[in-house]
């Protein structure tokens, strides 16, 4: 009886590995029927992206058709669509806003994906699926125009009179990630600490451009010598010779990411096989080497002290929150 006992236990994961295996391959399958091709629309960096893509493609054949924007083009795009009743995409990957904010509008379906298993518990969203990805924001400089000995130590460093004029950051009255950032601050500050360096740095007039990523590029290129921007950057440009480092702030905000399916997919069956192969290990290897911070254990980008970060989530926003902090911010930093 016991050696019977043994076997079924053996038995019982070989067979669901093959349950799910087969299930894979009739998707892909399915997947080819539709047309061979999933649309996904995303923030993910289009270089970490392409290599992903690289990697599904020649595992499925399925081709992949991406369009890259920052989290609120991206959400405002595919609520364009959706609301008009023409939906180009399949997938839709982003910050947790703008997809609670989509999902909310009924634009997604919940596709629960056999990778779930392999996500601990808490950064699994009953509506969303799993958080696969932490974006965290930071201060990252030009090492050869800002000394690290004389780089700042903290965010209220930022209004020493040395960086008036000099720090780029992304719009908060139309940077939805950067309205949320702002208005998270006090959850790392405290709220009358937050609310006298949200007011002091609009006054250093730093310059704004869209979205994260040309803030990093500014730094980058020594356009500008410091930015508030994913400290991911810092790798990533780093690789390409650029001399950046960050600031080994105590805490660190930033968001996460999820993808999920358009219930209104023009390719389902691609959309779900894309999903599974975007959760898995393979794909997650591919984003840490690319400098991304997803949220597997044990699994860092290759950033001097990215295990020693503290990662504090931002506070979630309603629509009518931001349209109102908007406002608020165009008065603050923009007029």
């Known amino acids: 009886m016991k050696f019977k006992f043994f076997l079924a236990l053996v038995a019982t994961p070989l067979l669901i590995a093959a349950s799910a295996s087969s ?31 690289e ?3 020649k595992k499925t054949g399925i081709e ?5 924007a920052s989290a609120t083009q991206v959400m405002d795009r595919a609520l364009s669509e959706y609301r008009a009743g023409k939906p180009l995409f399949d997938v839709v990957l982003t910050n947790t806003n703008p997809m609670r904010i989509m999902q909310q509008d009924g634009i997604f379906t919940r596709y629960q994906s056999p990778m779930e298993k392999d996500y601990p518990g808490d950064v699994i969203d009953p509506a969303l699926g799993p958080m696969y990805r932490h974006t965290v924001i930071g201060i990252m400089y030009d090492a050869s125009l800002i000394k690290p000995a004389d780089a700042p130590k903290s965010l209220e460093d930022l209004l020493k009179p040395q960086y008036r004029g000099q720090i780029v950051m992304s719009d908060p009255s139309t940077h939805t990630t950067t309205t949320q950032w702002i208005e998270s601050l006090p959850k790392v500050m ?3 600490k937050a609310e006298k360096f949200v007011r002091d740095l ?3 007039k730093p310059i704004l451009v869209a979205s994260f990523l040309p803030a990093a590029r500014q730094v980058s290129t020594g356009q500008t010598p410091i930015g508030i921007t994913y400290i991911k950057y810092a790798y990533i440009y780093g690789k390409e010779g650029a001399p950046l480092d960050y600031v080994r702030l105590p805490a660190m905000l930033g968001d996460g990411e999820y993808i999920d399916l358009s219930n209104k997919a023009p390719h389902p069956d691609a959309g779900a096989t894309f999903i599974d192969f975007f959760l898995s290990d393979a794909s997650l290897k591919i984003m840490a080497k690319e400098g991304e911070f997803v949220t597997r254990e044990g699994i860092y980008p ?12 931002m506070d979630e926003l309603a629509s009518s929150q ?14």
């Open 23 to 53: 299930q894979s391959t009739d998707r892909v399958e399915a997947a080819k029927k539709e047309g061979g091709k999933v649309v996904v629309y995303g923030s993910l960096e289009s270089d970490t992206m392409a290599a992903i893509t």
């Open 55 to 57: 990697a599904f493609q």
């Open 64 to 68: 992949v058709e991406y369009w890259r």
């Open 190 to 192: 405290g709220k009358e």
């Open 202 to 204: 609009a006054a250093t």
């Open 302 to 313: 290759p950033l001097p002290g990215a295990d020693k970060i503290h990662f504090v989530q």
């Open 322 to 335: 931001y349209a109102a902090l908007k406002q608020q911010y165009e008065k603050l930093f923009v007029r």
